[in-house]
């Protein structure tokens, strides 16, 4: 059965742009458009889309307060159309199941690797589990931590990190809130595209009581520290003297992805072994349960978030059915689970 579409998009261009190029494809059917948000408020109960695409930025309503009317009235599948703006993790907070950055038409095969994008995000997006954003504004305040919560000083030398995927902005976020500042070094594979990654780690530095950043080339892992793998770059840990730091290269896809959760965690694996934490939380297809069964098989302690709080249940249920996942937890209980490990280290 086709995957009916609803186009929301104020410019004519690109809502003819879309409507052709999806209807290209044999599982998407174009329902309907609106020009604006809330031509679409109005739309979407009377069409009844499975899946609506939505341009952040219109005139009049926003395509965030559009979201908030209609993941409370009428909750639906929405994948975002943007360019690089910071207003996407306000749309994917609202309850977005994901984001396409908007084509560089100046780019060779930008608008076709566009197009192919946002049709397997659409394909996603359609059988994804929606958040009430309530729920989870409910589950990150009950996961905020005191500035001075403590962290037992043996764990030090643990190394965690955490990959994921569609959902995984807002999940990784309400696990770095439930965290102490001084939590051991983090590194986190989230896949974005590049300018996404730097301002993703700026906004969990606002918010997070641990630092945040993206990471750089030869940065070092240490406690109170979390670095963002950058859009486009594959990420390893590797060691420099007697500590952890991260390599940032250019690098073909692995599992799909670049940055690839399976990447950074064999790396962490052979690096750190049995002082390390694996955590894989949602996103579709299999990235990273590979590397983590190679992180548990080497030692580490591994954490997968279950199927109800996830978004899309793909990543950790291909973990869990394959052995990698030594312990399951909801989003909100993840910070929970781990500081319970660290302290008896």
Same mark, same amino acid.
Not at 24 to 35: C, H, L, M, Q, R
């Given at each position: 059965?086709?995957?009916?579409?609803?186009?929301?998009?104020?410019?004519? @261009?690109?809502?003819?742009?879309?409507?052709?190029?999806?209807?290209?494809?044999?599982?998407?059917? #174009?329902?309907?458009?609106? *020009?604006?948000? &809330?031509?679409?408020?109005?739309?979407?109960?009377?069409?009844?889309? +499975?899946?609506? *695409?939505? +341009?952040?930025?219109?005139? %009049?309503?926003? !395509?965030?307060?559009?979201?908030?009317? #209609? $993941?409370? +009235?009428?909750?639906?599948?929405?994948?975002? =159309?943007?360019?690089?703006?910071?207003?996407?993790?306000?749309? &994917?907070?609202?309850?977005?199941?994901?984001?396409?950055?908007?084509?560089?038409?100046?780019?060779?095969?930008?608008?076709?690797? @566009?197009?192919?994008?946002?049709? +397997?995000?659409?394909?996603?997006?359609?059988?994804?589990?929606?958040?009430?954003?309530?729920?989870?504004?409910?589950?990150?305040?009950?996961?905020?931590?005191?500035?001075?919560?403590?962290? !037992?000083?043996?764990?030090?030398?643990?190394?965690?990190?955490?990959?994921?995927?569609?959902?995984? *902005?807002?999940?990784?976020?309400?696990?770095?809130?439930?965290?102490?500042?001084?939590?051991? %070094?983090?590194?986190?594979?989230?896949?974005?595209?590049? !300018?996404?990654?730097?301002?993703?780690?700026?906004?969990?530095?606002?918010?997070?009581?641990?630092?945040?950043?993206?990471?750089?080339?030869?940065? /070092?892992?240490?406690?109170?520290?979390?670095?963002?793998?950058?859009?486009?770059?594959?990420?390893?840990?590797?060691?420099?003297?007697?500590?952890?730091?991260?390599?940032? @290269?250019?690098?073909?896809?692995?599992?799909?992805?670049?940055?690839?959760?399976?990447?950074?965690?064999?790396?962490?694996?052979?690096?750190?072994?049995?002082?390390? =934490?694996?955590?894989?939380?949602? !996103?579709? %297809?299999?990235?990273?349960?590979?590397?983590?069964?190679?992180?548990?098989?080497?030692?580490?302690?591994?954490?997968?978030?279950?199927?109800?709080?996830?978004?899309?249940? %793909? $990543?950790? $249920?291909?973990?869990?059915?394959?052995?990698?996942?030594?312990?399951?937890?909801?989003?909100?209980?993840?910070?929970?689970?781990?500081?319970?490990?660290?302290? /008896?280290?």
């Amino acid at each position: 059965m086709k995957t009916r579409v609803l186009i929301v998009d104020d410019s004519i @261009f690109f809502r003819r742009f879309l409507t052709d190029k999806l209807s290209a494809f044999p599982s998407i059917e #174009i329902v309907g458009y609106a *020009t604006n948000a &809330l031509e679409a408020k109005y739309a979407i109960p009377r069409i009844k889309p +499975d899946v609506v *695409t939505l +341009d952040v930025e219109m005139p %009049g309503m926003s !395509g965030i307060e559009l979201l908030r009317l #209609i $993941m409370s +009235d009428f909750p639906v599948p929405v994948v975002l =159309v943007s360019a690089v703006n910071m207003n996407v993790f306000d749309a &994917l907070s609202a309850g977005a199941v994901d984001f396409v950055k908007k084509p560089d038409a100046d780019v060779p095969g930008a608008p076709q690797r @566009f197009i192919q994008e946002l049709a +397997d995000k659409i394909a996603i997006a359609k059988n994804a589990h929606l958040r009430s954003p309530g729920r989870l504004a409910a589950q990150t305040v009950q996961a905020q931590v005191p500035q001075s919560a403590i962290i !037992g000083m043996r764990s030090k030398s643990v190394l965690i990190a955490i990959g994921a995927s569609t959902g995984g *902005t807002e999940a990784t976020l309400v696990v770095l809130k439930g965290l102490p500042k001084n939590t051991p %070094g983090i590194v986190v594979v989230q896949h974005m595209p590049p !300018g996404f990654t730097k301002m993703y780690a700026d906004r969990l530095n606002g918010i997070c009581p641990m630092e945040v950043r993206e990471a750089k080339d030869g940065d /070092r892992v240490q406690q109170g520290l979390c670095l963002i793998a950058p859009g486009d770059l594959q990420m390893q840990v590797v060691h420099s003297g007697t500590y952890y730091a991260v390599k940032c @290269f250019k690098g073909e896809k692995v599992s799909g992805h670049c940055p690839s959760v399976d990447v950074m965690f064999h790396s962490v694996a052979e690096t750190a072994g049995r002082n390390s =934490v694996g955590i894989i939380m949602t !996103g579709m %297809g299999k990235d990273g349960a590979e590397g983590l069964l190679h992180m548990r098989k080497n030692g580490a302690f591994t954490i997968g978030q279950d199927e109800e709080s996830c978004v899309v249940y %793909g $990543m950790p $249920m291909v973990a869990f059915n394959i052995g990698a996942v030594a312990k399951q937890a909801p989003c909100e209980g993840i910070s929970q689970v781990l500081k319970a490990h660290l302290n /008896r280290l």
